[in-house]
């Protein structure tokens, strides 16, 4: 059965590294994988997603149709909101309690309302996370993305893949120790 899961954020977060970490690893441990992503603005604060669907057998589409992502990780937690008509019933949405002004938000055009997002995430039984504050203590905002992959590897039950040689493979020697800590940490959030 293929599996579908949505990361979605604002340009600059790392959705696209850990979009593409998690399809490294599921690669490697022999899934047929399929791998989308929309940059929109990612430059200018804009929404970015990205699509992995992955399956023991054949994947014909990177394409999550609406209602059919079976878990949801937002970076930014509007981000969950824009992208909720893809959830499918019974599916888990994670998301980070982070905001980011997006440029109509700055410009005046929109209104970011923290109170009634926070409502509607409360009222769908998101799983919120404080991603930023733990990669502030472990010293260094960017690992954030990596915490935030974390939650998908525990959330979706990909504990038997070896993330830290993925981590080991793909980012860069002197960012190791603090990519392997920050997975952890991800797991452990959402256990």
Do not use: C
């Amino acid at each position: 059965m293929t599996k579908s899961i949505m990361l979605v954020g604002v340009g600059g977060q790392g959705t696209i590294l850990a979009s593409k970490l998690l399809t490294i690893g599921l690669m490697e441990a022999g899934y047929d994988v399929k791998m989308s992503e929309i940059h929109g603005m990612s430059q200018r604060g804009g929404s970015v997603s990205s699509q992995v669907r992955y399956s023991e057998d054949k994947v014909y589409s990177p394409v999550i149709e609406i209602g059919g992502a079976d878990m949801i990780v937002s970076f930014e937690k509007v981000e969950a909101l824009r992208y909720l008509k893809y959830l499918k019933e019974g599916g888990t949405i994670v998301a980070n309690n982070y905001k980011m002004e997006s440029v109509a938000t700055i410009t005046g055009k929109a209104e970011y309302k923290v109170e009634e997002v926070d409502e509607k995430l409360k009222e769908l039984n998101a799983k919120v996370i404080n991603a930023a504050d733990k990669a502030a203590e472990l010293g260094n905002a960017k690992v954030m993305n990596i915490i935030l992959l974390g939650t998908v590897i525990k959330g979706m039950h990909l504990e038997h893949i070896d993330w830290e040689q993925i981590i080991k493979d793909n980012v860069k020697e002197k960012f190791i120790d603090i990519n392997i800590k920050a997975l952890h940490e991800g797991m452990a959030l959402v256990s």
